[in-house]
């Protein structure tokens, strides 16, 4: 299973840019990468994802390395609404086991005035 | 266009009690998922559906849990004899196909399942 591994929290102020990385050492060949944003009483939020390289969309950049056993979401310029828990996820549900698609504990991001 | 809803919002119910937690999926999408989330945790993968069948019920973590999707839409998950560990809240997903790692997952809001 691709586990992944995130910082607990990270704290921030408006206007600066965020990077939270997420490791995923055992990652498989098929297997893509996503980030969620969750609201306290929501469910989670697509943020972004890819596979490879450099994605970047209205909201956020991801980006993957090589080795594809990391990757880093990237924040610009984030506000106080930005304040939530992020989680990345690893995993293919058709190709592999969708007991894959398990979240791990996520990064409380904090932006502070 | 509407989102995953799942009703109810909040269940409270006794020890020993049956329940029954519904998911309406975004219109369209095959795939289904169910997920459990504990306090200050992730969501905790319970059962994927393909169509009307189960294609990983791995998650589910015994036989009290229960999930159905008779017609390829709205799901059901039924949790029989509950117990207060079982108190949490129970996300529902659904994404076009699931037949990619690049299948997007979108949630409900979730059910806040409380057992006294």
């Known amino acids: 299973l691709a586990k992944t591994t995130q910082p607990i929290s990270m704290d921030s102020y408006e206007g600066q840019e965020v990077n939270i990385t997420c490791s995923h050492n055992?990652?498989?060949?098929?297997?893509?990468i996503t980030w969620y944003q969750q609201f306290p009483s929501q469910g989670p939020r697509f943020i972004i994802q890819?596979?490879?390289t450099k994605v970047t969309n209205e909201v956020a950049s991801l980006f993957i390395p090589a080795d594809r056993k990391s990757s880093t979401l990237s924040l610009p310029r984030v506000s106080l609404s930005d304040t939530a828990v992020y989680y990345c996820?690893?995993?293919?549900?058709?190709?592999?086991?969708?007991?894959?698609?398990?979240f791990g504990s996520g990064t409380q991001l904090t932006v502070l005035p | 266009g509407a989102g995953v809803s799942q009703t109810p919002s909040n269940k409270v119910t006794e020890k020993g009690k049956y329940v029954e937690l519904r998911c309406d999926p975004i219109s369209g999408h095959t795939a289904l998922y169910w997920y459990r989330q504990s306090l200050g945790q992730g969501p905790e993968f319970l059962i994927y559906f393909q169509g009307t069948g189960a294609a990983d019920d791995s998650g589910l973590p015994n036989d009290r849990f229960f999930a159905v999707r008779p017609e390829g839409s709205v799901s059901t998950l039924k949790i029989q004899r509950t117990e207060r560990g079982d108190s949490a809240v129970y996300l529902c997903?659904?994404?076009?196909?699931?037949?990619?790692?690049?299948?997007?997952?979108?949630f409900g809001p979730g059910t806040r399942l409380t057992v006294l």
């Open positions: 055992n990652i498989a060949t098929n297997d893509y």
């Open positions: 997903a659904s994404s076009r196909s699931g037949r990619s790692g690049a299948d997007t997952q979108y």
């Open positions: 996820l690893v995993g293919d549900p058709w190709g592999g086991s969708a007991r894959q698609l398990t």
């Open positions: 890819g596979y490879k």
